[in-house]
C-alpha cells in the first residue's frame, strides 16, 4: 500500500477509535455540570486539557464525543446520498432515451440551486430538526454529484463488448447490471463518497455554527464552536479545539479521496 | 456552406439559453412549493401581534388563498421583476436585492479573480515539477486550505487580525464614522473592511484552482507534443506557455463552475464578517421566516449558477479550439 493512502487511512481509524470509544476516553459526560464550586469557563488545565465552557462542561469530552455524532451524521448522510445518486444515476445511464433525458433535466435543477442555501431554508423553516431530519436533510441534497458521475460511467460502460455479452447469455437486466456494470463503478463510488464525507462534515459543522443544525446541549463539532463563538476572546479554547478536530477530520477525508483517486483510478473504465 | 453551421450555432446558443430559463423557472418553482409547505408563518417569530391583526395581515398579503393561485399571482408578479414585500426589512423584495447583491458580487468576484490567478500560477509551477519537495509542501499546504471550513477560518482571521493585532476592522462594510471622513479616508475605509472576508474567500478559491490546474498540467506535462516542442528548440518557457495552454481548459471551465460553491462560501464568510450582502441576508431572513426573500435568495443562487455553467461554456469555447463550433 502506498504510503499516501496509508497516512490518511492510519488517522481515518484513529477517527473511528475515538467516535467509538468516546464515553470511555471521555473524562466526564458531555452534558456534565459541575455539582460543587462556582460554575464558571475555565481555561485548558490539567483536569481539563479542553479547559471547560461557560457551563462549566468539559470541552474535551464535548469534542470526543461530537466526533461521535459529527462522524456519524457524515457517514449516514454520505451513505443515503450514494445510494440514491447511484439508483438514479444508473437508472438514467442505463435505460437512455427519453426518461434519461428527463432526468438530466431534474437534475440541472436540483444542482443549479446552492447546497447551502437549500440547507438553510428546509433547517429555518421547519425549525430545529431533529438528527435523523438533519442526516435524511444532508443525504438528500448529496446526491446529485453522484449521480451525475454514475450515469456517465453506466452510460459508457453499457455497450462495452462484456455487457452485451453476458446480455446475450440471456443474463437478466437486473443481474447485468449488478454483477457486471456496478463493480466497474465502485471506484467512482469510492472516491466520491470519501470527498462527500469530508464536505458533509464541513457543511454540517457550518450550519450547527449558524444554530441551524444539531441543537443544544447535543454536543457536535459544530455546535460546541457555535457555544464558544460569541466569546472567542476571552474564551479561545471553546472555539478552536472543536475547529482543529473538524480541520484534520475533513483533511483526513479530502488526502484519503486524492489518494484513493490516483489507486483506483476511477473513469478508467470509460476508456 | 458558410451559413449553415453558424446557424446550427445560433440555435443551439438559443436552446442553451431556454433551457437555463427552464432551469431558473423548475428552482424558483421548487423554492416556493417548499416555503408555502414550511410550517409557520412571517408571524410566526412575531408575538407582539394580535391575532386578529395578524389574520388581515395575511389576507392582505394573500396568504390565505389556496396555494395554486398564490403561486399564479406570484409567477406573475415574478415575470415583471415583483418578489413582493420582504416581511422582515419592511420594504420590497427588489429593493433589498438592489442593495445587497452588488456587495457579494463585488467580493466574488474580487475574490474569484485572485484565486484564479493565484491558483493557476501556483497550480502551474507545480505541475511541472510534480514530486519535487516544493511540489509536496505546496499540495499540502492547498489540502489543507481547501478543508478549513470558512467559517473558521473567519473566527481565526477576526481573532488574529482585529482583535490581537487590531490592524484591520472585525465586522462591516464601512466605520461607523465613515459619513465624516474625507473622500481618500473613506476608500481606504472600504478597502481595509474589505481585506478579511476577501483573504477568507480567496484563500478557499485558490487552493480550489491550484489543485485542478496542478493536475491539468501534469497532464498535460506528460503529452507527446511537450516532447516535440522541446525537440524544435523551443525554450524551457515557450515549452511551458504551450503545455499551460491546453491545461488552462478544464481550470477555465472550473471558473464558471464554481459560482454555487463560492455562493455556498459567501453564506458562511458574510455571516461571520456581518458583510451586509446576499448570503448575509439570506440567512436574516430564513430565520425571520421571510418567505419572499428566501424566494429570492434561491432565485438568485440559482441564475448565478445557470450563469456560471453558461460561462463555462463560452470560456471553454474560446479557449479550446476543438470545441469552438
Given amino acids: 500500500m502506498s504510503r499516501r493512502l496509508l497516512w490518511p487511512l492510519a488517522a481515518l481509524v484513529v477517527f473511528l477509535i475515538i467516535a467509538a470509544g468516546a464515553p470511555w476516553l471521555s473524562p466526564a459526560a458531555p452534558n456534565a455540570i459541575p455539582t460543587e464550586g462556582i460554575i464558571a469557563s475555565s481555561p485548558p488545565s490539567a483536569a481539563h486539557p479542553f479547559g471547560t465552557d461557560p457551563s462549566g462542561r468539559d470541552v474535551l469530552s464535548r469534542v470526543l464525543h461530537g466526533t461521535r455524532i459529527s462522524l456519524g451524521i457524515a457517514l449516514l448522510s454520505v451513505a443515503i446520498a450514494t445510494t440514491v445518486g447511484t439508483l438514479f444515476g444508473a437508472l438514467s445511464g442505463w435505460i437512455g432515451g427519453r426518461l434519461d433525458a428527463i432526468l438530466m433535466r431534474l437534475l440541472d435543477v436540483a444542482l443549479s440551486v446552492p447546497r447551502v442555501l437549500v440547507l438553510l431554508c428546509v433547517s429555518a423553516l421547519w425549525g430545529a430538526l431533529p438528527l435523523p431530519g438533519l442526516v435524511l436533510l444532508l443525504g438528500l441534497t448529496g446526491w446529485y454529484d453522484v449521480a451525475r458521475l454514475v450515469r456517465g460511467d453506466v452510460f459508457a460502460l453499457k455497450d462495452r463488448e462484456f455487457v452485451v455479452a453476458a446480455r446475450a447469455m440471456g443474463t437478466g437486466e437486473t443481474r447485468v447490471l449488478w454483477r457486471h456494470v456496478l463493480p466497474h463503478i465502485w471506484p467512482t463510488l469510492v472516491v466520491t463518497a470519501t470527498l462527500g464525507i469530508a464536505h458533509t462534515i464541513a457543511l454540517e459543522a457550518g450550519l450547527s455554527f449558524l444554530g441551524l443544525g444539531v441543537q443544544p446541549p447535543q454536543a457536535s463539532w459544530g455546535s460546541i464552536l457555535s457555544d464558544g463563538s460569541a466569546m472567542v476572546s476571552s474564551r479561545w479554547w471553546i472555539t478552536l479545539f472543536p475547529g482543529i478536530a473538524i480541520v484534520s477530520a475533513v483533511m483526513t477525508c479530502n488526502a484519503l479521496g486524492d489518494a484513493l483517486r490516483e489507486t483506483l483510478a476511477p473513469g478508467q473504465v470509460a476508456a | ?325
Fill in chain 2, 1 to 325: 456552406m458558410l451559413s449553415r453551421p453558424k446557424r446550427a450555432h445560433s440555435s443551439r446558443v438559443v436552446a442553451r439559453l431556454l433551457q437555463s430559463l427552464f432551469v431558473v423557472w423548475a428552482a424558483a418553482t421548487a423554492a416556493f412549493v417548499l416555503m408555502r409547505l414550511a410550517p409557520g408563518d412571517p408571524y410566526t417569530t412575531r408575538i407582539d401581534v394580535p391575532a386578529n391583526e395578524r389574520a388581515q395581515w395575511s389576507a392582505q398579503r394573500g396568504f390565505d388563498q389556496p396555494i395554486p393561485v398564490q403561486y399564479v399571482k406570484w409567477l406573475r408578479n415574478l415575470a415583471v421583476g415583483d418578489f413582493g414585500q420582504s416581511s422582515y426589512f419592511k420594504r420590497p423584495v427588489l429593493d433589498v436585492l438592489r442593495d445587497v447583491l452588488p456587495r457579494t458580487l463585488l467580493l466574488m468576484s474580487l475574490a474569484l479573480t485572485a484565486s484564479v490567478l493565484l491558483g493557476m500560477a501556483i497550480g502551474a509551477w507545480q505541475g511541472t515539477r510534480v514530486g519535487t519537495t516544493g511540489d509536496s509542501l505546496l499540495s499540502t499546504g492547498s489540502l489543507l486550505a481547501y478543508s478549513v471550513p470558512e467559517f473558521w477560518l473567519g473566527i481565526l482571521l477576526v481573532q488574529l487580525f482585529a482583535q490581537s493585532l487590531g490592524w484591520l476592522p472585525a465586522s462591516g462594510m464601512v466605520s461607523t464614522e465613515y459619513e465624516y471622513l474625507p473622500l481618500s479616508a473613506r476608500i481606504v475605509d472600504r478597502l481595509r473592511h474589505l481585506v478579511l472576508p476577501l483573504t477568507a474567500l480567496t484563500l478557499l478559491g485558490t487552493s480550489l484552482f491550484a489543485r485542478f490546474q496542478r493536475s491539468s498540467m501534469r497532464d498535460a506535462w506528460n503529452e507527446p507534443f511537450v516532447q516535440t516542442a522541446r525537440a524544435k528548440g523551443l525554450t524551457e518557457r515557450g515549452v511551458r506557455w504551450h503545455a499551460w495552454r491546453t491545461a488552462l481548459v478544464p481550470v477555465v471551465t472550473m471558473f464558471g463552475l464554481m459560482f454555487p460553491s463560492l455562493l455556498g462560501g459567501a453564506v458562511f464568510v458574510e455571516s461571520i464578517f456581518s458583510w451586509p450582502g446576499m448570503g448575509h441576508t439570506a440567512v436574516l431572513a430564513v430565520n425571520a421566516r421571510d418567505y419572499n426573500l428566501a424566494v429570492a435568495a434561491v432565485i438568485v443562487g440559482s441564475v448565478m449558477t445557470v450563469s456560471g455553467s453558461l460561462l463555462a461554456d463560452v470560456l471553454q469555447r474560446a479557449v479550446d479550439p476543438r470545441t469552438a463550433a
